[in-house]
């Protein structure tokens, strides 16, 4: 008989395209952690994954430095309705929530 590991489900974790991990911890927001993810190709993940994100969903990235850069690029993909919450500031892992605003279409 073969033994699986035990999944939590404070923890799940799967693989996106590029080896970038996403987690679910419990009923919160998917979680991005971009360190993992070479530095070539970080922003076109991050916006891959954004991409996917609905009005009014959020997700948490955890990248190595404040990604101002990034929420920039973020910020163009959702037209301008994004909301950036830091979680967590520490050496090597900033911790944000963002969040994709609803947009009205007329």
């Avoid at 952690?33 to 955890?62: H, I």
């Amino acid at each position: 008989m073969a033994v699986q590991p035990a999944q939590s489900p404070v923890d799940r974790t799967v693989a996106a395209d590029d080896d970038t991990e996403l987690a679910w911890p419990g009923e919160g927001d998917p979680v991005v952690d971009l360190r993992a993810v070479s530095w070539g190709v970080r922003e076109s993940t991050a916006l891959a994954v954004f991409g996917s994100v609905p009005s009014g969903g959020s997700l948490v990235l955890v990248a190595p430095e404040d990604p101002v850069d990034l929420l920039h690029l973020l910020s163009d993909e959702a037209r301008g309705e994004l909301e950036v919450e830091y979680l967590e500031e520490t050496p090597g892992a900033w911790r944000l929530r963002v969040t994709r605003g609803f947009r009205l279409f007329v």
